[in-house]
């Protein structure tokens, strides 16, 4: 029990001390003198207090080494720019930056982003520049196809990203190191990265796996594209690999209303969902003999669909999911999560302040770790086939715990999301499993795989049929 308390008030005195020292940001001063001070209250808890009131002190000295450590952290985080940092050379003539394609594209239906690394800027007078740092090119034309790690040219008005109405799209792109943008760019590529000859680094490697990862999952979804019609085509991309290009934007506003948007992108809810679901086929197995091959299966799946941030983050929350539905010790599940929570802060501070998505991530599992058990019996004539009483489970105690974090961030609220997620959450797990037997089985027989797809067709069909009709429902969702 001493270690637990330690451990909790260590976790949380970090994560309160960066999400406060987001208002604040600490100065050299502070830093100075923090540190200093809380070794001192070391020494001096050491010397001074008796074997009486030890756990007090070791307790003490574990929330000022979390409130230390998150000082340091933020104070190590804050950019700086430089005269060679690419956001401090916006200029208002169009330039040439040259650099290599760092992220997997963002493809969407109207135009592609890209995260470029740069290497060098050419100004319009013919100027030559080195620069360091990572700008978002958008590409309109979409023609031709550039992929991970090409070495491109890129041509068009540097910016610095602004705030767009309410949302501040300078401080989402921060947390991924983008401080620059190019919202009409014109991308050439100068030398496909599968034709380079480059010698063997830690990066050239990375490059290379996340390449040849990139090309299966476009593989996949030309897969899923040439089985199914749209919009069921996207929707199932959608829930399989995260992607969203193709579907269409007033069914997206269906499912913004519906309370239902989280389901056409991978998140800590998707992949909570594929464990259930595995869980469920894997019955035969004790609980305990589950976790290693269903973690397995979840790292599998984050290599499968391109191990990007967000998707390794999920999984992580997923995992923690899986603990919070499996484990009975609620008091380790909240400490698990803690820890998981400090350690991806401790990677990147912004995350905890900026980013929507670890917010409602971080909520969900500790939605899941309060409100199963509850849920659970709420829902015990629920059948258990195929995880669709546990997916359901899943997705209202995902839904409860972030609904207030949803009002603040998107300004509106679904009311009809709890009808909308115990109609839709049953059908969720159906159309993703059979979708996915149906793609792998089209490579081995197309016409039979052919067949076993129309079943998820028919669940695709449902899902978007309810949520057309909910969402046309007055006053089901309300602007705050």
């Not at 502070?30 to 001074?48: D, F, K, N, Q, R």
């Not at 010698?199 to 594209?225: H, M, V």
Request: with cysteine.
């Amino acid at each position: 029990m001493r270690a637990s308390r330690v451990a909790t008030g260590f976790t949380l005195s970090f994560l309160i001390c960066v999400f406060a020292l987001r208002f604040a940001p600490p100065t050299d001063s502070l830093l100075a003198v923090w540190i200093p001070s809380m070794w001192m209250g070391l020494i001096i808890g050491i010397l001074c207090f008796s074997n009486r009131y030890r756990a007090i002190a070791i307790v003490s000295f574990a929330i000022m080494l979390g409130v230390g450590l998150g000082i340091w952290r933020v104070h190590t985080d804050r950019h700086e720019i430089l005269p060679a940092s690419i956001e401090s050379l916006v200029q208002k003539q169009p330039v040439t930056i040259q650099g290599i394609i760092a992220e997997e594209p963002d493809v969407r239906a109207m135009q592609t982003k890209f995260a470029i690394a740069a290497n060098t800027l050419h100004t319009a007078s013919g100027k030559i520049l080195r620069v360091q740092g990572r700008l978002l090119a958008t590409d309109n034309d979409q023609w031709p196809e550039h992929d991970l790690g090409d070495s491109v040219e890129v041509y068009g008005k540097l910016e610095r990203p602004q705030v767009f109405e309410s949302f501040a799209y300078d401080d989402y792109l921060s947390v991924k190191d983008i401080y620059a943008v190019m919202y009409r760019a014109k991308i050439t590529t100068t030398e496909p990265y599968a034709k380079k000859s480059v010698s063997w680094t830690p990066l050239s490697a990375a490059l290379s796996i996340r390449s040849a990862l990139f090309s299966l999952r476009q593989g996949f979804e030309n897969r899923i594209n040439r089985i199914f019609p749209e919009p069921h085509a996207s929707f199932l991309a959608g829930l399989l690999t995260g992607s969203r290009r193709g579907i269409p934007d007033h069914l997206l506003q269906n499912f913004r209303t519906a309370g239902l948007l989280h389901i056409v992108a991978i998140s800590g809810y998707n992949i909570t969902i594929i464990i259930t679901l595995l869980s469920g086929l894997l019955f035969w197995l004790p609980l305990k003999w589950r976790f290693l091959p269903l973690t397995a299966s979840i790292v599998l799946f984050v290599v499968f669909v391109g191990a990007s941030a967000s998707v390794v983050r999920a999984a992580i929350m997923g995992i923690l999911g899986l603990f919070a539905l499996q484990m009975g010790r609620v008091t380790n599940i909240r400490l698990l999560i803690l820890w998981t929570a400090t350690l991806m802060t401790l990677w990147n501070p912004r995350q905890l302040w900026l980013d929507t998505g670890f917010q409602m991530s971080f909520l969900a599992i500790v939605g899941l770790a309060v409100f199963s058990a509850p849920l659970r019996k709420c829902f015990k004539k629920i059948p258990e086939k195929f995880g669709i009483r546990e997916s359901l489970v899943a997705t209202m105690a995902a839904q409860i715990s972030t609904l207030p974090l949803s009002i603040i961030s998107f300004g509106q609220i679904s009311l009809i999301s709890p009808l909308a997620n115990l109609l839709i959450a049953p059908l969720i797990p159906l159309a993703m499993m059979s979708g996915c037997a149906g793609i792998v089985l089209s490579h081995v027989y197309f016409p039979f795989g052919q067949m076993i797809s129309y079943i998820s067709w028919g669940f695709l069909e449902i899902i978007i049929r309810i949520v057309q009709l909910l969402a046309m429902i007055p006053y089901a969702a309300v602007s705050l």
